[in-house]
């Protein structure tokens, strides 16, 4: 007979075995339907911009900064002491070799010459007499000798007396263009004391350096193009002339020198310039924008587009400038590689191209 006892223990285990059931039914994986019904679809294709790797010529180049100079530049000061009497140039105006900046004040100079010139007056006449009395044994060949040496002696003199007199006329010592000038006429000058400048503009040269790496890049007669910005859209052009004999320990490079056409004058010393150095042209260069390369450690990277999906591949630069990379390894012309919308790709990801941009135009 069954007891009430073991009812109650029946009616337990078959409680447990249901409650078992409903938790293994909760716990198991249901398809959900989609809207049409169907299985769940694998995750939508990224939309990313895909550019073809392509061909062409890269120049090679080397770029730094530098600072104009003038090819010829002088202070203009005073080699006599004196009150300035005239003044004969403009601020800023162009002038020529020889031309008579400002006159100093000079009449004891010009009385000095006038003594000298007739004490050498004298001493020609003297000697010109001693020579025919020398001739008719009138005076000895010791008398004629002391003759000839006072009139070099006067000669002299004079010679001396011209220069100091030329020196009251202060000239430009070659063809440039005048500074300000901080004096008056009336004004006092002492010797040596700067009164303007002078520079000359045309051609004007460049000083610049560049790194030691790059020196057997760089040769005499060899192109230059250059930026300023004080004229922003012009590129100017110039020639190396000079690369120094040694390399600077401290820097690590090398100065050079070059020189540029400034017949119109836009060029001036002083000027900040931005220096391109074509060193050779690498014919049939792989080139990709420089937006498509991401790194990883020391390592570049690009994602390649095969069978709709972005794959990782790592690629060797050459060379990066005006917004390009040449590629060495890793890639072949014509592959698909993402240019943008590569922060939202992953390796293996699908992806679709949402506009390709046109080809750039191979130069």
């Not at 890269?58 to 600072?67: E, H």
């Not at 003594?115 to 005076?139: F, H, M, P, Q």
């Not at 008056?184 to 700067?194: E, H, P, Q, W």
């Not at 420089?290 to 060797?316: L, Y």
């Amino acid at each position: 007979m069954i007891t009430s006892k073991k009812i109650f223990l029946a009616a337990l285990i078959a409680g447990a075995v249901c409650v078992g059931i409903s938790v293994y039914a909760a716990d198991k994986p249901v398809d959900k339907p989609t809207a049409q019904g169907g299985p769940a679809s694998a995750p939508p294709a990224v939309p990313v911009v895909a550019v073809p790797v392509i061909k062409k010529d890269i120049a090679r180049t080397i770029t730094t900064v530098g600072s104009l100079l003038a090819s010829e530049s002088a202070d203009i000061n005073s080699e006599i002491a004196g009150k300035i009497e005239k003044i004969n140039f403009e601020e800023g105006m162009p002038v020529k070799k020889g031309d008579i900046l400002l006159e100093i004040d000079s009449g004891l100079l010009k009385a000095d010459f006038s003594k000298a010139d007739a004490a050498y007056r004298v001493a020609t006449a003297s000697l010109e007499r001693d020579r025919k009395l020398y001739g008719s044994k009138y005076i000895s060949t010791q008398e004629l000798d002391e003759s000839k040496s006072t009139l070099q002696q006067r000669q002299a003199e004079r010679d001396s007396a011209r220069i100091i007199l030329d020196r009251a006329m202060v000239k430009a010592p070659f063809d440039g263009l005048m500074g300000l000038r901080n004096f008056s006429v009336g004004d006092y000058v002492d010797i040596g004391k700067v009164l303007t400048t002078i520079d000359a503009y045309d051609p004007i040269n460049i000083e610049f350096s560049v790194p030691e790496r790059n020196f057997s890049d760089i040769r005499k007669d060899q192109t230059i193009s250059f930026e300023t910005d004080a004229w922003p859209s012009d590129v100017f052009n110039g020639k190396i002339y000079a690369v120094d004999s040694r390399i600077n320990p401290a820097t690590r490079s090398v100065q050079v020198k070059a020189m540029a056409d400034n017949a119109d004058g836009k060029l001036r010393s002083g000027m900040y310039a931005r220096i391109t150095i074509e060193t050779s042209v690498s014919q049939g260069s792989l080139v990709i924008p420089e937006e498509a390369v991401s790194s990883k450690g020391d390592k570049d990277f690009v994602f390649i587009i095969q069978d709709g999906k972005a794959n990782t591949r790592f690629i060797t630069i050459d060379t990066r400038q005006n917004g390009e990379v040449s590629v060495r390894e890793g890639l072949e012309e014509g592959d698909m590689i993402v240019a943008a919308g590569i922060q939202r790709v992953r390796e293996g990801m699908n992806v679709s191209i949402e506009k390709a941009p046109e080809q750039p135009v191979q130069k």
